[in-house]
């Protein structure tokens, strides 16, 4: 087996929009190589972790996580007139109706394909390849290598069973092979259900076969961008027929039916599984079953390629099944012992991973714990919402700096609780809870201070202390807020109680607000305005008073300065 490293130009396969991204952890929950980096509340793809499986793009529910997509590319070679091969992954009978089946092939010609064939074409020679290979060395325990995602699942998580991997190329890669052997011009696109696959086509020289890939949700947006619609296509067959047999490839077994090895569901030494939490288990046993030779044939996605993150599901697993069950036995093709095996499977290349894993001491562990409120065993809940199965792990991923310490749900609850006690108790206003039996629950401080009283209140009825009246105008039900003035004469306090009920929990929150103060206040401004008004109205009456005195005063003056004036002229005239 050949090893080639990553090409450092590409772009990754999977990434995050951050735009859309909230701190949910859903990817993280789901990731199984934990290939997410949470940083300031965003998830980010770790290109170097991630093994494309796509998984993290299904189940976002702001659909945040996006993949490179390729059909912009293959449209540009279309309009550039190449010749163009497309190679089918057999699922694609999952993802159209009957119909849309016999019509596929036209729609690609009309799209501009020259060649368009089955992905199956390619998996019977791999299938075989496979077999061969394993008859030729079995001295040891083999794991099927035609899913990609399993390839870099081994390669990341389970390094010791690389040797393991059979190191027959896929059937995308056996087909492109194929195709190019017959006109080296070629240009070859694969369109399938998985992403993993646009990570295959640039594994060592895979790139000078592949030339794209296609999801089969990019293949449908190549039919709207060229308005091709099946409705307008006729019936039309393939340009090659596949093998019955190697129809069935994108089923659990697909591929040893294919090779026609051994497909015995209680056969303990071949295992046909699916979903990466069984594939997990069962690596786990060959890594320790040593003395036993193991053929797996693993399948990332659970039931198959049938159910890839990019198969319209419009049918339960259990029809998609159905479907390819139906297509292979209706379709008539070549048997296995009429083909020529295409002798250029082997020597397929694998990326060199180098992700080291980091082992830390147990105080390291103990000490990222404890910063999230966990300070003995019985504190760590291992409840998964912060994405990983249990406390220790999210601890080491702290350590690895792909997680965060607000990223554990119970410890910033906690918080937020602890902070909002802290509000409560020092509010200056009082604040009292009640059960709808008027028992007392809870005191704040500022409400103990007011109606001098201590805990000692606690489990007793408000009335102890204050009138009740008001809060149980809320029992009743006709309100659930009430706010009133409320004088409580033998505390000389004056408040302002807003009371209110909590239905769900069936309990009355009171809140007063003393306005002692300020209402002594307006007393006293008042009385003062009253005061005032009444000096003003003495002072306008004294006035006018001063007034009618002056005028009347003024008036006699000047009357008798009249008649002496008068009798003045009367003398002189005489």
């Known amino acids: 087996m050949k090893s080639s490293e990553r090409p450092k130009e590409k772009l990754p396969v999977v990434y995050t929009s951050k735009a859309k991204c909230r701190d949910c952890y859903r990817c993280v929950r789901v990731c199984p190589v934990h290939a997410i980096k949470m940083k300031d509340g965003q998830a980010q793809v770790i290109t170097e972790r991630c093994i494309t499986c796509g998984t993290c793009i299904t189940v976002c529910p702001q659909q945040a996580k996006s993949y490179r997509t390729d059909y912009i590319k293959v449209l540009q070679m279309i309009e550039d007139g190449e010749t163009l091969a497309l190679s089918l992954a057999p699922s694609f009978v999952s993802n159209y109706n009957d119909w849309e089946q016999e019509r596929l092939p036209s729609a690609l010609r ?14 019977l020679h791999s299938a075989l390849a496979t ?40 059937p995308m890669m056996a087909h492109a092979r194929i195709l190019k052997s017959r006109n080296s011009d070629v240009k070859v696109v694969f369109a399938g259900p998985c992403v993993a696959k646009k990570e295959e086509a640039q594994w060592g020289n895979n790139e000078l076969f592949i030339d794209a890939v296609l999801t089969f949700e990019e293949l449908d947006e190549l039919f709207r961008l060229k308005n091709i619609h099946f409705e307008e296509c006729e019936n039309s067959s393939f340009d090659e027929h596949a093998s019955p047999y190697a129809r069935m490839f994108p089923l659990e077994g697909g591929l040893l039916r294919t090779a026609e090895m051994e497909t015995n569901m209680l056969d303990k030494n071949v295992i046909a599984i699916s979903g990466a939490d069984e594939i997990k288990e069962a690596l786990i046993n060959i890594t320790e079953m040593k003395s036993e030779t193991i053929i797996l044939e693993p399948l990332f996605c659970k039931n198959g390629c049938i159910n890839g993150p990019f198969v319209k599901q419009q049918t339960n697993n259990f029809s998609k099944r159905r479907k390819i069950l139906n297509y292979a036995g209706n379709c008539s093709g070549l048997l296995n012992q009429t083909i020529h095996l295409y002798e250029k499977m082997e020597t397929q290349c694998y990326p060199i991973i180098n992700t080291p894993k980091h082992t830390y001491t147990e105080e390291e562990i103990r000490n990222v714990l ?72 809870h005191m ?47 505390y000389n306090l004056i408040c302002h109680l807003i009371a209110y009920t909590l239905p769900e929990e069936k309990n009355i929150v009171g809140i007063f607000v003393d306005i002692t103060d300020s209402k002594s206040n307006k007393d006293k401004l008042n009385e003062v305005k009253s005061e005032t008004i009444l000096k003003a109205q003495e002072l306008i009456e004294h006035q006018i008073s001063m007034a009618q005195e002056l005028a009347k005063v003024l008036g006699d003056n000047t009357a008798r300065g009249e008649i002496l004036m008068k009798n003045l002229i009367d003398s002189i005239k005489k």
């Open 110 to 123: 009309m799209l501009g394909f020259k060649y368009v064939g089955e992905t199956a074409v390619g998996a």
């Open 131 to 170: 077999s061969k290979y394993i008859k030729e060395n079995s001295n040891k325990s083999h794991i099927c290598s035609a899913c990609p995602a399993i390839v870099s699942f081994i390669l990341h998580e389970f390094p010791e069973l690389t040797s393991n991997i059979v190191p027959i190329v896929s």
């Open 370 to 441: 404890i910063k999230t409120g966990k300070h003995q065993i019985s504190d760590e809940l291992n409840c998964t919402s912060c994405g990983y199965n249990t406390c220790r792990e999210k601890a080491i991923a702290v350590l690895d700096n792909i997680a965060e310490i607000d990223m554990c749900m119970p410890y910033m609850r906690q918080l937020a609780e602890q902070k909002i006690d802290t509000i409560i108790t020092h509010d200056p206003n009082g604040i009292v809870l009640l059960s709808n039996k008027l028992e007392i629950i």
């Open 444 to 490: 704040n401080t500022a409400f103990k201070k007011m109606f001098s009283c201590s805990d000692t209140m606690i489990g007793k009825k408000i009335n102890y202390l204050i009138d009740p009246d008001l809060f149980e105008k809320l029992i009743t039900g006709k309100d659930n807020v009430l706010r009133q003035a409320v004088q409580y004469s033998s």
